[in-house]
């Protein structure tokens, strides 16, 4: 069980008044808020060790460091990477995600596939369009239900010996659809291809195990697990590192350099161009931290929980529908009234100091599919509760009210 008022008193964020009334912060789907050991952890990294890292000899640039490391091997650990220098850091999962898309530029042809899915947030579609438009390759699409579940029997029949990378979320943004990568992943190998895991939506609500899934990437973003902004991971199986080219040139990723011939410096550092956010890095391992101290089992049962009676709640309204209703899935409701578009309800309610997301979400194609303009998107974290949805419901009857 978790100490919820604990939690929360936690979240400095959360105290806070907005248009007057107390924040009920459900846009988490986006990015989640911060612990007050995450932005203290930040501040003293600047007030004690600031320094570039692994090119000074002096004491600052070493703790800075060794705290960097420090930090890559707490994601080492968290993912159960094999080894330390499998974990890149990067900016996010859009970073990572075109630092691989990037690296298959030279290994695919004319003819070759890259297979994507219907549910992928638009960061996990448009570097698979460009690499198709450079090297000639075909994108196909993994198709999706009216319940926002994959079709894995069509997935199954896309898959060839002309398919060289599959590319696929673990959970939808959109949706909240827990996707059934494990199997994808086995399937997809038997024909030899890649399998990349958009794992953004996945972290802030499992601890996913690399080996045990045996994928061939992860990647995922700090600021939705309770770290920093502008921090990201990558990871990737040693060989397949090794294989790709680096995404940036620069500084840090080198060997040595001459006007005739640059060689690229071994792992993790060929793919971590340049000065990166040292800060972000090494916060992030401390928001790792504090998430494992909570549990992701306790998180998990919480936020179903949370799930299960928001969607309840919100279905005693009539002429609510609710898009995404996979059997396997994560504590995000996306949903709209009828006749009334989603961005009208979402700017009555943030009047009332409720923040929830509406649009497309960055997932357009979903939105097509079901013939919408948006949806309005609730998204819960462990650090929600039942009566912050009990104030959002009655905020949206109220908005339906005034609208209708």
């Known amino acids: ?38 932005i203290d952890a930040i501040a003293k990294y ?4 600031n320094a570039n890292i692994h090119r000074g000899v002096h004491t600052l640039s070493q703790l800075a ?19 330390p220098y499998e974990v890149i850091f990067t900016s996010g999962t859009t970073h990572s995600i075109n630092a691989v898309a990037n690296g298959f530029a030279s290994l695919l ?4 596939e890259v297979l994507v899915s219907a549910l992928e947030h638009h960061s996990n579609i448009v570097p698979w369009q460009m690499l198709c438009e450079k090297t000639g390759a075909t994108l196909k699409v993994i198709p999706m239900n009216d319940e926002g579940e994959l079709i894995i029997s069509e997935f199954d029949k896309l898959l060839s010996d002309k398919t060289k990378i599959v590319t696929v979320n673990h959970i939808s943004n959109a949706l909240g659809t827990l996707n059934p990568i494990k199997y994808m992943i086995d399937k997809a190998h038997e024909f030899g291809a ?19 899934l045996d994928c061939d990437f992860y990647v995922f973003s700090g600021h939705k697990i309770c770290g920093p902004t502008g921090t990201g991971i990558l990871y990737g ?15 840090e990723m080198i060997a040595t350099v001459s006007f005739e011939k640059t060689t690229y410096a071994d792992l993790p550092h060929k793919f971590e161009a340049g000065t990166p956010n040292i800060a972000g890095g090494i916060v992030l391992g401390t928001a790792v931290d504090y998430l494992n101290e909570i549990g992701f089992e306790n998180i998990a049962a919480y936020e ?19 898009f995404g209703t996979a059997k396997e899935k994560t504590s995000v409701i996306s949903f709209n009234i009828e006749g009334i ?17 509406t649009g497309h979400h960055c997932a357009q194609p979903i939105m097509d599919f079901f013939k919408i303009p948006g949806t309005i998107r609730a998204s819960f974290a462990f650090y929600n509760t039942k009566e912050e949805i009990d104030f959002m419901v009655d905020a949206i009857k109220k908005a339906k009210a005034m609208l209708i």
């Open 194 to 212: 890649a399998v990349l895991i958009d794992g953004a939506q996945a972290v802030p609500h499992l601890k996913p195990d690399v080996q045990q």
């Open 341 to 357: 578009h989603p961005y009208d309800i979402g700017t009555i309610i943030d009047n009332k100091g409720i923040a929830v997301r």
């Open 65 to 83: 460091t060794d705290a960097y490391e420090i930090s890559r091997g707490k994601i080492q650990n968290h993912i159960n990477a094999k080894f």
């Open 304 to 322: 179903h929980e949370l799930l299960t009676y928001g969607t309840e709640k919100l279905l005693e309204i009539e002429g609510l529908k609710i």
């Open 109 to 112: 042809k004319v003819g070759d």
């Open 237 to 251: 199986k040693e060989e397949w590192l090794r294989k790709l080219p680096p995404y940036q040139g620069g500084g």
């Open 1 to 38: 069980m978790l100490d919820i008022n604990k939690i929360r008193a936690d979240f400095p964020i959360l105290s806070q008044k907005v248009n007057g009334k107390p924040l009920v912060y459900f846009d988490n789907g986006a990015t989640s808020q911060k612990p007050q050991v995450v």
């Open 46 to 49: 600047y007030q004690e060790i």
